[in-house]
């Protein structure tokens, strides 16, 4: 695998959210998708954190969308996942597979 | 007129963020906030994601290969702050001498040179560090502007603690609050480091 695609578990999840948004996936969408699924508390500034680095290793794209009046005349950073950005999802998601596979917590009865 | 997310906190957000994602960011909350009907509960739900988000945003831009042009930056500022503040220093005290003349108290020159050379002297270095710092310029002018009051600080400890505490308070926050404000002026000629961030 080479240097850039390895994900930590919180660019896998923004990765994800940013798929799950599809075409209107800007700050607002993605950083509900990631607090709604995960059930845990994210700053907006970490979400953009992580997709500024995704960003950097090639893994996501950006583009400015338009200016809305409920935004205060602001544009939207719309995202969208590469190629590249898929492929690094997919090993790292088998990377977990075989890690976890045959494994038993033993936490069924919990 | 619908109303505004809070001054202060849309401030300090963004003061952090790099330039590249700053509108971005700020749009993105002003939309939840409006969304949340712009009361006093999105105004607290704001200054949450705020508090929360400053420390993220202030080190975005800190990218192992930008590092470098930050400590280089922070350096350009230590050295604005000791040579051009030793020679406004040296510059005010004459210029105290002259307007209050030999019998000036040594708090009426101390208050001169404060305004005069320190003041000045801060902004110039916050101005220079940010701008120098390229993507973590902001973050290497809010640690400068840290260590600007660290002296002060530790005055007393050392026995030079004769000031009353309030002036020393003054000296802290004003040599702080002009070292940001000099950090967050933009770029006065595009052709500066860091003028296209």
């Given at each position: ?28 969408v ?54 590249a ?26 | ?5 809070p ?65 280089g ?22 210029l ?67 000031d009353p ?6 000296w ?12 967050a002026i ?12």
């Open positions: 695998m080479a240097r850039g695609e390895h994900l930590g578990e919180f660019e896998l999840i923004v990765l994800a959210a940013v798929l799950r948004a599809g075409s209107d996936a800007y700050g607002v993605i950083h509900r998708e990631i607090e709604e699924r995960t059930r845990r508390r994210v700053a907006i500034g970490s979400v953009y954190k992580a997709l500024e680095r995704l960003r950097r290793k090639g893994l996501v794209e950006r583009r400015l969308g338009d200016p809305t009046p409920v935004r205060g005349g602001r544009a939207k950073q719309l995202f969208e996942v590469t190629r950005g898929r492929r690094a999802m997919r090993r790292t998601v088998e990377t977990f597979d075989r890690m976890f596979e045959g494994l038993e917590l033993g936490l069924d009865s919990a | 007129m619908s109303p505004a997310p001054p202060v906190a849309r401030w300090v957000l963004s003061y952090c963020l790099p330039d590249d994602i700053r509108e971005a960011v700020l749009g993105d909350l002003e939309e939840v906030f409006a969304l949340g009907g712009g009361g006093p509960r999105a105004a607290r739900r704001y200054r949450i994601q705020v508090a929360r988000s400053v420390l993220p945003t202030l080190t975005t831009g800190l990218a192992p290969g930008r590092l470098g042009r930050a400590l930056a922070l350096t350009l500022g230590f050295v604005t702050m000791w040579v051009v503040g030793d020679a406004a220093l040296a510059g005010s005290r004459g105290a001498t002259v307007v209050l003349g030999e019998a000036a108290s040594g708090e009426a020159v101390g208050w001169i040179t404060f305004l005069s050379a320190m003041l000045p002297t801060c902004v110039l270095a916050g101005y220079l560090t940010a701008h120098a710092g390229g993507h973590a310029g902001r973050l290497a002018a809010l640690v400068l502007s840290l260590v600007v009051v660290v002296p002060a600080l530790i005055a007393p400890l050392f026995g030079h603690g004769g505490l309030w002036a020393r308070s003054v802290i926050l004003g040599g702080f609050a002009a070292t940001v404000a000099g950090s933009r770029p006065l000629a595009d052709g500066l480091p860091g003028a296209r961030l």
